[in-house]
């Protein structure tokens, strides 16, 4: 009896997966409608989720011959899911694209090439630098939707109420950081910090630590005479890691835990109250916000302070079309409606990202508050990152580099660094 | 039976110790779960909810459409657990049982998937998948969990069988059972706790694996509870009460399959006759 | 112990029934996991991101692995992951799962549910909590140890190259010794209770009862989870990627994490797989070498 019904089980089981799965096969054409499938990050976060459903429904409403399809995934699988998907064949004709993987994803060959397309007013309306940002060996890899510049946030309070004027160069970024580290209890020991410093070895530290590196002067990498080169080892660099090592070791005015703390540990303190400066996207104050509202109206931001120079990575996050897709008008058609001035101005006040088209810039009242001077500034100067598919092994060695000398600093910085410049020069000549 | 001694009082101690390195973890789980979102983030910490509230669990049920996860899981999960124990108890039986040629390469082979790092196997996966056909279907996931679980369960299967004695099966085929007949009326039912605890290991896995579910299905409406969960994690804040109430909403099934199995594999044997 | 089953039974009926009775678990392997792993191997011998890039480069990727450092480095720091999880979470599993079978034990059901509770959450849930509560600013460990008076100043679990390890192996045996512990309860089901009464009448201690009664009668299961766990923890990647990624520095960066970085953030997947073949290969003689030292001991 008992055999019967386990067989009994069995069968019902693999019937119902049978025809539980059949009819998910997905196909191109549904009574004569177009199916549009697309992979993107912004379903799987709040509050953008919710506003790009209600974007993809009215686009819906408004084309009713295109059905979109969506699967979402989560920013740091997004390479791993495309790299998957495009290996099989089984590439969406619209796929989320970033300035971290748009060298990798260009270098495989799946970013058609969206020039096109596009009118020269719509290509000419893409703000400057982001256009820059999205375009590989003279194509335009990617079509942006939004942008979240780094720049410096600060505690608008805290620093009006010790007197300190937002700081425009890395030394007065020190100096603060000295004031706003403080006891406010009196217990004897530190409560708030000056500084979030990011010392955890991923894109988040290594992108920040870069910010600073190139204020000294010092590229970690660069194209020039049809090579890549390196200016790691330079006295500059050393400056660079020495000033970095020195906020946490030298002036502690960074929260304990400094090689732990990620951006998500970061983002944490800053609603926590615990630090007063940290270097953070646009997108990112929401997020404070959010957990700790009571900060809404505290926060201000200026433009990255620099050394010798100043220096905001372009940061794009943007569309690229499937060379193999069958609906690639309707795709571009999608993509222009996500970015349209109406949809930005709506996105950027809800979720802090910031439009990448010159026709919503102007008319957003929203980015001249002071909120948002430092993060306007960082935009309108975005430099594109190297796009050297091998970039973040390079990065990931700087982020080695700068671990190793927070967590002992009686190393001796010029040969930390000279053996970091060797292992950068050797991924160099890997990839030759 | 023996007669009842005084439980040694250290062994009591040590058992409370670890219950208590194994709660503090899960008590921050739980009482996360149930704190209003700003609460979560405050420090010092607060080691009981101010404002007691079922907020989180809420969310993960409407906002991030958990229902729908669990459903793919339990059609997902208990099929390829199913099949997964039919196929290993076979195997270990079979493998214990019986010389045959080539016994000691099959264990071996059978081991052997299992010793690849499954980082680099997930697009293989993918691209096998498609071959048959199965990308977005509960069958495919389901055939992939089978093929995870059924090395270590035959093994795990294959070592209960070796501690049941071959005298048994000797004394029943003299009394006219055939193969099958030993399978069912004698192995089968002493190997019962073993059967039991190898199911509970291939539902548990196959519950909470995340990297595969997450790379083998590509619409939401196929994502599993592993995933929802996976999806919560994001580079630039973790909603920690969402988080902690979406795992506890997870893994509420399992403690049940625990608690109402447990019986069957603790007690299902006492000290008898069939024993030596 | 070694008698032949079912002598009744000629040999090729054994083949044949044999066969009958492994051949489906044979076929899904087949069917499922052999293309994974010629695939994972063909492709260490080629320069390609799997899409548009395969250039055969034989042994190239090979021949860099044997003489890098790094990765020597990051195969020591997986044999001492391995090492210390297993070993914490066999002591922790015999133990348990011999206390609570003890027929005097109080509310063994209870404390039975309740060791059990880290097996049931998933490892990235596990890796990102534990993460929280060793956190140096807002962690609840350093929380209570202020509390109490423990520390003055924040430990530092995760940033300092020195405790990471231990700090990423305890939640490792944390999360992985209830999963032992049920396979041993269930083992310790199927000793005799006459056995340890005989043990007692011929004046067997404590220990003396577990050395020879308990441990040669789950020895089976025992060394077969141990296999298995030796296996896992050699590959283990989601709870130390979700604890440290590796860092700081490269204090706990094992063979997984590097195998993931180079495939994942590299896109250098025949660098990878070479990783992995490595990897491999070191599991298949690991296991082989157990086997044998087994056949010995019998």
């Known amino acids: 009896m008992k055999k019967r019904l386990v067989v009994l089980l069995l069968s019902v089981f693999l019937i119902a997966s049978v025809f539980a799965g059949g009819s998910k096969e997905a196909s191109a054409e549904e009574g004569g409608q177009t199916v549009l499938t697309v992979l993107t990050t912004a379903v799987t976060q709040e509050p953008e989720g919710s506003l790009a459903e209600e974007y993809i429904a009215e686009f819906e409403r408004l084309n009713p011959d295109i059905k979109i399809e969506i699967t979402g995934v989560p920013m740091n699988s997004a390479l791993q899911r495309i790299t998957t998907l495009a290996a099989s064949g089984s590439l969406p004709d619209l796929f989320v694209n970033t300035e971290n993987i748009v060298g990798q994803l260009a270098d495989m060959g799946i970013c058609e090439d969206l020039t096109p397309y596009l009118s020269e007013d719509e290509i000419n309306n893409i703000v400057d630098s982001v256009r820059t940002g999205c375009t590989i060996d003279g194509q335009l890899v990617m079509y942006p939707w939004y942008s979240g510049p780094n720049a410096l946030i600060y505690r608008t309070d805290w620093l009006e109420e010790l007197g300190i004027e937002p700081p425009q160069t890395l030394d007065e970024v020190v100096a603060a950081a000295q004031k706003l580290t403080r006891d406010t209890n009196g217990d004897g020991m530190t409560d708030t910090y000056g500084f979030g410093l990011i010392g955890t070895n991923d894109d988040s530290g290594q992108t920040r630590f870069v910010m600073i590196l190139r204020s000294f002067g010092a590229r970690e990498l660069y194209f020039e005479d049809g090579e890549w080169k390196t200016e790691i080892g330079t006295p500059e660099s050393v400056a660079a890691f020495e000033y970095f090592r020195d906020l946490s070791t030298k002036y502690k005015v960074v929260p304990p835990g400094a090689l732990e703390n990620s951006f998500n540990e970061n983002v944490n303190l800053m609603a926590m109250e615990q630090i007063g400066m940290l270097i953070a996207g646009s997108n990112s104050v929401g997020k404070i916000f959010n957990a700790n509202p009571e900060l809404e109206g505290r926060i201000g931001s200026v433009e990255m302070p620099s050394a010798v120079t100043t220096y905001t990575p372009s940061s794009i996050l943007g569309w690229s079309l499937n060379p193999e897709s069958e609906h690639k008008d309707a795709a571009i058609r999608f993509v222009k409606f996500m970015s349209n001035k109406e949809n930005s101005l709506r996105w950027v006040e809800v979720t802090g990202r910031m439009p990448c088209m010159k026709d919503a810039i102007t008319e957003s009242d929203y980015l001249s508050t002071d909120l948002f001077r430092g993060f306007v500034a960082g935009f309108e100067n975005m430099v594109q990152a190297p796009n050297a598919p091998f970039y973040a092994e390079v990065k990931t060695e700087l982020g080695k580099c700068y671990q190793s000398l927070i967590m002992d600093p009686s190393l001796d910085a010029a040969a930390e660094v000279a053996k970091c410049a060797e292992a950068v020069q050797r991924i160099i000549d890997n990839n030759a | 039976m023996g007669q009842r001694r005084k439980f040694p009082v250290a062994g009591l101690i040590l058992v409370i110790l670890g219950c208590l390195m194994v709660l503090v973890p899960v008590y921050w789980m739980v009482i996360t779960s149930f704190k209003a979102a700003p609460e979560t983030f405050r420090n010092p910490p607060t080691l009981w909810p101010e404002s007691f509230t079922l907020d989180a669990y809420r969310k993960v049920i409407d906002d991030y459409s958990f229902g729908d996860f669990f459903l793919n899981s339990v059609i997902v999960v208990v099929g390829s657990t199913l099949l997964t124990i039919l196929v290993a108890t076979m195997a270990g039986f079979g493998a214990s049982r019986f010389r045959f040629r080539g016994k000691g390469a099959f264990l071996g082979f059978v081991l052997v998937t299992q010793m690849f790092p499954s980082v680099i196997m997930l697009i293989p996966y993918f691209r096998i998948l498609k071959l048959y056909g199965l990308i977005n279907t509960h069958l495919g996931l389901i055939i992939v969990y089978i093929s995870f679980q059924v090395p270590l369960c035959t093994w795990l299967m294959y070592s209960y069988f070796e501690t049941i004695p071959k005298d048994l099966d000797a004394a029943a085929a003299i009394d006219g059972l055939n193969n099958w007949g030993i399978f069912r009326k004698i192995a089968l039912p002493l190997s019962l706790p073993g059967i039991a605890s190898t199911s509970i290991y291939a539902f548990i896995n196959s519950w909470n694996e995340f990297q595969f579910a997450m790379t083998l299905t590509t619409t939401e409406d196929m994502k599993t509870v592993s995933v929802g969960i996976g999806q919560m994690i994001d580079d630039t804040m973790i909603n920690w009460n969402d988080m902690m109430a979406a795992s506890i909403l997870a893994s509420i099934p399992l403690i049940l399959v625990f608690i109402f199995c447990q019986n069957l594999f603790f007690e299902g044997l006492t000290a008898g006759g069939v024993k030596q | ?298």
Not at chain 3, 113 to 123: N, T
């Open chain 3, 1 to 298: 112990m070694k008698q032949p089953a079912l002598r009744h039974v000629g040999d090729l009926h054994q083949n044949k029934l044999g066969y009958l009775f492994t051949a489906p678990a044979f076929l899904v392997l087949v069917l499922m996991v052999v293309y994974p792993l010629i695939y994972g191997i063909v492709i260490s011998f080629f320069d390609t991101n799997l899409v548009n890039r395969f250039d055969f480069v034989g042994l190239k990727y090979y021949k860099r692995l044997i003489v890098d450092e790094t990765f020597y480095a990051s195969l020591g720091r997986t044999a001492i992951f391995t090492i210390f999880t297993v070993a914490g979470r066999t002591v922790l599993a015999v133990l348990f799962a011999n206390l609570l079978v003890m027929d005097s034990m109080p509310c063994k059901t209870v404390f039975r549910s309740i060791l059990v509770l880290p097996w049931f959450f998933p490892d990235v849930v596990v890796g990102i909590l534990w993460r929280w509560l060793y956190n140096a600013n807002y962690g609840l460990f350093n929380f209570i140890l202020r509390t109490i008076g423990l520390a003055d100043a924040p430990i530092e679990w995760l940033s300092n190259s020195k405790t990471a390890m231990w700090a990423v192996i305890m939640v490792s045996i944390w999360k992985g010794f209830p999963f032992m512990m049920v396979m041993l309860l269930a083992a310790l089901q199927t000793i005799s209770k006459d056995l340890y009464e005989a043990a007692e009448l011929d004046g067997c201690g404590v220990f003396q009862r577990f050395l020879h009664v308990t441990l040669p009668g789950i020895m089976p299961v025992l060394s077969t989870t141990l296999m298995l766990e030796i296996m896992w923890c050699f590959k283990h990647f989601t709870l130390i990627w979700n604890l440290t990624k590796g860092g700081p520095v490269d204090a706990t960066q094992v063979v997984s994490i590097d195998i993931y970085n180079t495939a994942f953030q590299y896109t250098r997947y025949g660098e990878s797989s070479t990783r992995a073949v490595f990897v491999f290969v070191i599991i298949i003689i690991l296991t082989v070498m157990q086997k044998k030292m087994k056949r010995k001991e019998a």
